[in-house]
């Protein structure tokens, strides 16, 4: 069964950081492509940040320079570091896999960042 379980988010003053951490379990985060999503109010889910099996990054244009994803295999385990946070990255935000040949989406329960100005 896999878990996606969020961790670190919080509230904080523009220009400030905060890190997300995702612990998963029932799968390896090495072998899958993971990723973190963000939900603001009356918007879409968008992606933020992605890293591949191999290790390759992307970001949305308007995180990009700000965030950085990486992931830790050993402890299984994916992070977010967002740097320089602006009041419209507040958000929820979720961490995803993309499991197995069809690439079956799997969600943690999501994490609150807000950044007041």
């Known amino acids: 069964q896999v878990q996606l379980v969020e961790s670190g988010g919080g509230s904080v003053l523009a220009g400030g950081s905060l890190g997300l951490s995702c612990a998963a379990s029932?799968?390896?985060?090495?072998?899958?492509?993971m990723g973190w999503y963000r939900q603001a109010p009356g918007k879409q889910r968008e992606l933020v940040a992605a890293?591949?099996?191999?290790?390759?990054?992307n970001y949305a244009g308007s995180v990009t320079g700000r965030f950085t994803i990486s992931r830790d295999n050993a402890k299984n385990t994916m992070f977010l570091q967002m740097n320089n946070l602006k009041p419209e990255d507040t958000a929820r935000y979720y961490c995803?896999?993309?499991?197995?040949?069809?690439?079956?989406?799997?969600w943690g329960q999501g994490t609150q960042v807000t950044v007041s100005s």
């Open positions: 995803n896999a993309k499991v197995g040949p069809w690439r079956t989406n799997y």
């Open positions: 890293i591949t099996s191999s290790g390759g990054t």
């Open positions: 029932g799968i390896r985060t090495s072998s899958n492509e």
